[in-house]
């Protein structure tokens, strides 16, 4: 499981695994950190029914995790990006051993913060998005999913192949909220752990409000409880890793630090 997936590896060093999230592959979603192949091994995985990955029978966590889990092979950091960031949490979970470790960008991770009134509210605009989403035209998934992020619905766009699949596929995906968070087999793990978020300030203030207050909400609930460090990025909202620089000398540092070399 997961020997099949696509991975672009560049750079030699320290393995550092890259996971994405919905509506592309890993190279576009950590474009920004290529200049990390200066001193770390980069592995762009694209998941499964992503990019140059076989398309998937499943798509349910289990199946997910366990596909991630096999990539990090003998050990490697891993980096999740949002949904990819919520199958990191799982798949570190499932493979602390391999974990040498995690750093999470804005992970959809919905279940630790349950009964907040702005995680309930991003909660119900999503859960409504997957369940509208049958059905839905390809071309209207992206424009449909910003809107649900209190952003202003995008004109769709004609898609080739590649991002057609990729918007079916996320389409497919369980709602990040039923996934169940192992915090408490995290928290005990002894490899370092970073939540990343975006400040949101430069985004406009319905999806501040909506989608920038859910996800703060989630990212101080998952520092709590897993006990981890937290970086919040100004100019960024949900994507601080295409800041590129800074967001790379942040995870430079936190990756030297696991490995005693920073």
Request: with cysteine.
């Amino acid at each position: 499981m997961g020997a099949d997936l696509h991975v672009a590896v560049l750079g030699r060093g320290e393995p550092v695994v890259f996971i994405h999230g919905g509506f592309g592959g890993s190279e576009e979603a950590f474009a920004e950190q290529r200049d990390l192949a200066d001193a770390y091994r980069l592995q762009f995985v694209d998941r499964r029914g992503y990019g140059n990955s076989p398309p998937a029978a499943r798509l349910d966590f289990d199946s997910q995790a366990g596909d991630l889990a096999a990539v990090l092979g003998d050990g490697a950091h891993l980096v999740g990006h949002s949904y990819g960031g919520l199958l990191a949490l799982l798949a570190a979970a499932r493979r602390p051993d391999a974990v040498r470790s995690l750093t999470v960008i804005e992970p959809p991770a919905l279940s630790v913060a349950r009964g907040d009134p702005a995680v309930e509210e991003f909660v119900s605009r999503l859960e409504r998005w997957y369940a509208d989403a049958e059905g839905t035209p390809p071309e209207e998934l992206r424009p449909d999913f910003l809107a649900a992020f209190g952003f202003q619905r995008p004109a769709p766009v004609k898609l080739g192949e590649e991002d057609r699949m990729a918007a079916i596929t996320t389409a497919l995906e369980p709602p990040p909220s039923e996934a169940e968070i192992p915090l408490e087999r995290l928290a005990a793990e002894p490899f370092r752990k970073l939540v990343v978020s975006g400040e949101w300030d430069s985004a406009p203030p319905a999806a501040r409000e909506i989608a920038g207050r859910a996800f703060h909400v989630v990212c101080d609930a998952l520092e709590r409880r897993l006990g981890c460090q937290q970086a919040r990025f100004a100019g960024a909202a949900h994507n601080p890793q295409l800041l590129g620089t800074p967001f790379n000398d942040r995870l430079g540092t936190f990756i030297g630090g696991a490995t005693g070399d920073g």
